[in-house]
């Protein structure tokens, strides 16, 4: 059975104060990790897809790295509206859906 | 731009009450697929579709089942809602290869 299990459940920064979000994932022939951003009341929205260890995908102030045994979003100096929650999410062997971790919460004070 | 459309943002229904709940897609993409979502649960597969007709259940299909008569539109059918099923529902589409999902903007769904 995949599993995703990401950390902090909750994370609050201040403006411009860098850090990284977890994913620690347990999958059979992985094919594929993705994160996403998700704002309240909204659909997940795509950020990028990982699929080999090594890999590392960058968009603006967010930069996605993987290994055999997690994936990290680096976070670079972060403005207010980077504020969201976070899914990590993987692709198994076994089927064509996503399993997904339980997100972290991001709140960028100004 | 990807466009998955889901037929309403909010529903409140009845115990007992058959509800539908409808999903469009407009990429022409093979798979879809429902997800529900709940706090401290995350998100979770209930089924998914990879052509018309053709359909698997996922992690929680109990309660539920789907239609896809037409390859843009997939369909998630509660028989007899119950309170359990207070949920947001999601619905997402992708090509054959996977590689990535888009997501509609979800259903948020109340079972008095």
């Known amino acids: 059975e995949d599993q995703v299990t990401q950390s902090p459940e909750a994370l609050r920064l201040q403006e411009g104060e860098s850090s990284s979000l977890n994913c620690s994932y347990t999958v059979s022939g992985l094919r594929g990790l993705f994160w996403y951003r998700q704002d309240p009341g909204k659909g997940p929205e795509f950020l990028f897809t990982?699929?080999?260890a090594g890999e590392e995908k960058e968009k603006e102030r967010l930069k996605a790295t993987l290994t055999k045994k997690e994936s990290f979003l680096h976070i670079t100096a972060p403005k207010p509206e980077d504020s969201a929650t976070y899914l990590c999410a993987v692709r198994g062997g076994g089927a064509d859906g996503l399993t997904f971790g339980k997100g972290t919460h991001l709140i960028i004070q100004p | 731009d990807v466009k998955v459309t889901q037929s309403s943002r909010y529903l409140v229904k009845r115990t007992g009450e058959k509800v539908f709940l409808e999903c469009v897609q407009d990429m022409d993409h093979e798979n879809m697929f429902w997800y529900r979502q709940d706090p401290g649960l995350g998100l979770r597969l209930i089924y998914f579709?990879?052509?018309?007709?053709?359909?698997e259940k996922g992690d929680i299909p109990e309660g539920y089942s789907v239609s896809r008569e037409k390859k843009e539109r997939f369909s998630l059918i509660l028989e007899s809602a119950s309170t359990n099923q207070t949920s947001m529902y999601l619905c997402?589409?992708?090509?054959?290869?996977?590689?990535?999902?888009?997501f509609g903007p979800g259903t948020r769904l109340t079972v008095t």
């Open positions: 997402a589409s992708s090509s054959l290869d996977g590689t990535r999902q888009y």
């Open positions: 579709s990879y052509d018309v007709k053709m359909k």
């Open positions: 990982l699929y080999s």
